[in-house]
């Protein structure tokens, strides 16, 4: 039971990290784009299924009542009637989660448009700064996303019943896979030997005719709207959203360091990465009260330390990740030939 | 049998340790507490059966970051709490031990969900703590879904009132406190209310309750001052608070404006930042919500305590009803941390109590049957806090205010008892004379 | 009477200043944007807090304890972690994801001490205030009149030091082409030792005195380092002199700013404060990257100012 249970947290743990550290990949691995605002992308899908799926339920179902103030208990409504709705609970699924795409590459967009072309410090900190400020607009403008107090997203998940969370946590799961394939797809296509091109020298990547500004805001947009699905669907997936919650380090320096153990521009390396880091945290977590005997400081601190130190021991230890990136892949010659071929 | 027994022998036997205290009530640093040995528990025999070796009890609470404050003290208490529960697990031959795995929340909800996760892959599905809403509903679903017990001794935001779920929570929800301050803004006469609160899920309820009942009796409140929760610098709200006052009195007279705090410990940076305004020359009416009330820090500044004896600021408190267990958790608090602890702080150490009767009575290790036994231990429980059952929702039905007050006596600042509000005819009552709490 | 706010603004930013001149000054010489520099400020909180409540000495009188623990811990962080990652060839981007993780290191040992103090005497070391252990300088709190004093001493030291002495010249030079001053016989990681050193102490010299003013807990550096970011950028990221412009300029917009927009937009606003300096910081990036010391003013003594 509880070892079903710890591998389900896994599952979801792993999904949605390696969601988020992909699409870092994309535009910090390939494109070197020092995204040190993950989470900005990942807040903006978070506050789509914060505003939209519940507002439009309450309102096919009639519900009176002001969605903010009394959120828990329209929601309470609204999941008893997804719960013997399956249909209506997937297409809303479904809808949210296509909305949550569009609003991730409209925040791309315009996050990394007027600052494409300042230098690589200074636009890892504006990022930083936006993911940051769309956090405290989160926590103070209640209508968004219910301020402080949070809001309780429709449960999408209902009609499983008590098995809610096994779905819930399979669905992150496989969502992850395909994004996997999404991106591994588009970066040994020929447009990840342009990103590659674009990171290692834009100069000599301008000379060969590359639209650098174009690229970097395509792979922006791609990205962003990557983690806006991660953020909608961990929106769903935990039930709820706060924006105090979105914190620049849960949901950008994990993915940064996860994706520096695994190996940047490397998506299997980021796969190994994350389920490395996910797994030694949760055994961390897990087996630090054993060592309580023996630390004259509470263990809980351990862990704080523990996981700081894990993260320079990489660092250290593993500067290229467990998976350095390859360059030899794409330029296989056996691949070439299948492509022309297909 | 045997369990019910055991239950209303617990019960009796703290309730009478109560009653049986002395009247006088010596609380706080430095005081000599009279604290009352009478062991409170007259157990019957243990109950043969489910309950053997270590049990384990799950605490996830903001120890880092927003919460660290109350997050220590809460834990303190609930450690208190445990080594008595073990004592008497042990006098008793009772089997079975109780243990604590603590997990920081960091006051991050996404964190508080996977310390949970981690807590269920350990089997531990009693999780106690949650001092906020904000980590509380962030865990709700997961707890809900997985039929994990959830006992918060902070949250009282009103929405998380669910009828039938899996939390339960010591304090009731802040529509209670709304009430309050509007029947005392009314009994000073008071049309007029300036709120200045902390911008957490907490303040806010307050805030939101206090509107809500306003409104109902025609009381105005002025739009107010919000303050990030994480702020440790308060001239700007200092000086915004100065002049909505100034402009309240011009439009309503100074005896019509009232103004609030809805604050925690931070509350001593922001009288010492309104204290340059010289606030003492409103001739406004002052309140509180219970977060600043009989705390420590009040009266151990001269600057605050000067200022709010002056204007005569009304602070209540949900009761933690003085009792004999009271005075003798905050000494042993005191002896710990250097201060009391106030309602949420005690509330620990009752979470830990009130999950240990309701497993001794269920006798097994199941949310389920826990739940089952938690109105009935409830009911009759008295614990650090003082009595008040569970209501539909698994909240506490309500407690009564103390309406408190800082005054000079023999040189020294004292908190005074000058009243109460009943939440049961939500009336107040004032006491003819004084009463020093400490 | 001075208005409150006017002080309480001053206070704010002459000690956000500090912090910001040292944050500076290794984003100068090495290009770190050190997210660890925060909590080497609380660390000399801390200090305070022990040397007013446990050693019951005058506050000032442990400064310069700060100075060198923060400062050590600053060296320390350069010594054994950046140097020997840089000379394996890690990025920025790896180097920002160290200076956090080693800011989670600090955060454990911030709270195993706040721990520590609260167990063994008895101090209230998370959320505490010593503004009643601050001595009177005619009537006004001490660190009123001392913080813009040691602001400005700070600048004017490390101006003389720099301008003055041969060791400063070295560091100028290594500021500006770490190459070409290795080549005429500096000695580079001598001088960014130092640099990290004097970076760290003045973080700590700061924090030491953010007690007397603000509340402060384990994670209080953190939180004012998104307002030392703001203060550095607005200051051109690449001048001492500007990080003590940009300290002041930032720390006044928040205190003085939110008070001037609640005046104007209503109470409201106050709660978005921390919207100020993430506001400074991605308007400057993306108007004028090179800070105020970098816009074009006429006259010749920005030119002057920007030298360094």
Known sequence: MAAIDFLLDMLATVGVFLILTLSLNLDAGYCGIPNFGKVLAMIAGAFVVAFFPGRILAWMLGLSGDFVVDNASMIFQINNFLASDLLMSVALFIATIIVAIGFGMVVGYVSTRPAVKIGSGPLAITLLAMGEGMRVIGINYAPLAGGSIGISAPDVFAWAGGDRFVVASVVLFAFSIAVFFYVNRLTNAPLGRMLRAVRDNEIAAESLGINIVGVKLKTMMISSAIAAIAGALYAFYSGAVISTAYTRASWTFIPWAMMLLGGSANNIGVVSGVFTFVLLRKLIVMYKTELSPYLPFDVLWLELILYGVMVILILLYRPEGLIPEKRTKTLDLNTIKKLQKA | MATIALVVGLIVGIGAGWVAKPAEVTVGPGATATVTTTKTVTATAPAAGGLSGEVKIGWVDGLTGGNAFWGEQAMTTAEIALEEVNKHLKDTNAGWTMTLVVEDSETKPDIALEKLKSLHARGITIVSGWGTSGDLRGSMSYANANKILLLSYGSTAIDLAVANDYVYRLMPTSAQEGKMLVSLAQHLGVTYLIPLWRGDSWGDSVVNATRTAAAEVGISVDEGIRYNPDAVEFSAEASALNSAVSSAKAQYGADKVGWFIVCFEEGKAIYEALAAYNPTTWGIKWLTNDGPSLCDWVVGSTTIAEMVSTTDCIFPAKMPTPSGKMQEVQAEVQRRLGRTADLYGLNGYDCVWTLALSLMAADKYDPDAVIAQLPMVFEAYQGAGGWSPLNEYGDRVGRNFGLYKVMQIGGEWKWVQVGMWDFGTEEISWLPEPVVVY | ?308
């Open chain 3, 1 to 308: 009477m001075v208005e409150p706010i006017v002080i309480d603004g001053i206070v704010y930013a002459a000690l956000l200043a500090c912090m910001t001149i040292g944050f500076t000054l290794i984003l100068m010489s090495t290009k770190i944007w050190n997210f660890a520099y925060g909590s080497m400020a609380t660390a000399g909180a801390y200090i305070s807090l022990t040397a007013a409540e446990v050693w019951k000495l005058p506050i000032y009188s442990q400064i310069l304890t700060a100075f060198v623990l923060s400062g050590l811990i600053s060296f320390a962080l350069y010594r054994f972690l950046v140097r020997p990652l840089s000379q394996r060839g890690i990025s920025l981007d790896g180097l920002f994801v160290l200076t956090f993780a080693f800011n989670f290191v600090l955060l454990g040992f911030l709270n195993i001490y706040a721990d520590y103090l609260t167990n063994v005497f008895k101090l209230r070391a998370r959320l505490f205030f010593l503004r009643g252990a601050d001595i009177q300088i005619f009537g006004t709190p001490g660190v009123v009149i001392i913080s813009p004093l040691l602001a400005v001493s700070i600048i004017i030291i490390l101006h003389l030091f720099l301008t003055r002495t041969k060791f400063g010249t070295a560091m100028r030079a290594t500021i500006e082409n770490p190459p070409l001053a290795g080549s005429v016989g500096v000695n580079v990681n001598l001088v960014y030792s130092i640099t990290w050193f004097l970076a760290g102490g003045l973080a700590g010299l700061a924090g030491a005195l953010l007690p007397l003013w603000i509340l402060c807990y384990p994670n209080i550096g953190d939180v004012i380092m998104l307002s030392v970011f703001a203060a550095s950028i607005l200051g051109g990221v690449h001048s001492i002199y500007g990080a003590l412009l940009g300290g002041f300029i930032a720390g006044l917009a928040e205190v003085w700013g939110t008070s001037a927009l609640a005046g104007v937009l209503g109470s409201a606003v106050i709660q978005y404060r921390p919207l100020i300096p993430l506001i400074i910081v991605v308007v400057f990036f993306l108007t004028a990257p090179e800070g105020i010391t970098g816009i074009e003013w006429r006259g010749k003594l920005t030119k002057r100012i920007r030298k360094v």
